[in-house]
């Protein structure tokens, strides 16, 4: 039975987090109720020591951590709600975090595609149009300064490579949208 107040109620979830090894992530997690709230984070269940905030940072992390479940438990003086799990996965080979998107184009305006990526330094990249590399794009961005009919429903994609692996993005189409032409003028 509760003592006095509203039991808390987690109003954010905390989010799973990709991150590379030994580089540090955050989970958070909001909640409501009466206060004081307290909070207390685990992982895999078990409580960390000294991790009693609605923020937890982790130390450097180690592929020995890939997989882990972080959660956290709130408190107050009506009794206490945990939080959903959040997975942490530790990569060393490149993850793409952002696909480049399909882009819609008017004739001769630029078309911009692009990724974000984690993984283990140094990152290549090699952009690619309909399954072909395309010679000297290779940032995270493409950019095409001005499209042309002949661009329409060209399929670009990325691949991202390091010395653990490659990942490959999903692949967008550009798509020109021509201004109608009148062939025929009234008379």
């Known amino acids: 039975v509760p003592e006095d107040g509203t039991v808390p109620q987690v ?25 004081p709230l307290s ?11 000294g991790a009693t905030g609605a923020s937890y ?6 592929l020995a951590d890939n997989g882990a479940i ?3 438990v709130v408190t107050n003086s009506a009794g206490k709600v945990v939080s959903a799990g959040a997975s942490l996965t530790v ?4 993850v793409i975090t952002v696909h480049p998107s399909d882009q819609l184009v008017m ?9 974000t990526v984690v993984g283990a330094a140094p990152l290549s990249y090699q952009w690619q149009r309909d399954g072909l590399d395309i010679p000297g ?4 961005s493409y950019v095409i300064p001005a499209a042309i009919l002949a661009d329409n429903g060209a399929i670009f994609r990325c691949v991202v490579r390091n010395t653990s692996g490659e990942a490959v993005s999903n692949a967008a189409t550009l ?3 021509v201004a109608p032409v009148i062939l025929t003028q009234p008379v």
Do not use: H
Request: proline fraction near 8%.
């Open 11 to 35: 109003t954010v979830q905390p989010g799973s987090q990709i991150v590379v090894e030994g580089q540090s992530t955050t989970f958070n997690v909001t909640a409501t109720g009466t206060l």
């Open 39 to 49: 909070y207390q984070w685990q992982k895999n269940d078990i409580k960390i020591t």
């Open 57 to 62: 940072m982790t130390p450097p992390v180690t």
């Open 70 to 72: 972080f959660r956290c």
């Open 91 to 94: 990569t060393l080979v490149p």
């Open 107 to 115: 004739d001769g305006q630029a078309a911009i595609f692009s990724v």
């Open 137 to 140: 794009a290779n940032e995270p």
């Open 175 to 177: 798509i020109l949208n």
